[in-house]
């Protein structure tokens, strides 16, 4: 009977656990107060630069990267 009473104390354990993990992504999630959507909107305009040139030295690495 004991073992039993060990089964059950892991199973309860193993479910806190799934438990209070999902508490804590609901907690976080309802504490951003912003959707992902928005949140990858206003990071969109943070990004700066000139972005991808076509110099010489990137067209020498393609000709030896090339098969």
């Known amino acids: 009977m004991s ?3 060990g089964n059950n104390g892991r199973r ?3 479910k806190a656990l ?3 993990g999902a508490v ?3 907690a976080a999630v ?3 107060g912003e ?3 928005e ?3 206003r990071s969109e305009g943070k990004r700066k630069g000139a972005g991808y040139r076509d110099t ?3 067209r020498e690495y393609y000709k030896t990267a090339r098969v």
Do not use: C, D, M, Y
């Open 3 to 5: 073992s039993k009473a």
């Open 24 to 26: 804590a992504v609901t």
């Open 56 to 58: 010489a030295h990137v």
């Open 30 to 32: 309802l504490t951003t």
């Open 12 to 14: 309860n354990f193993i």
């Open 18 to 20: 799934g438990l209070g």
């Open 39 to 41: 949140r990858a909107a």
């Open 35 to 37: 959707q992902p959507r």
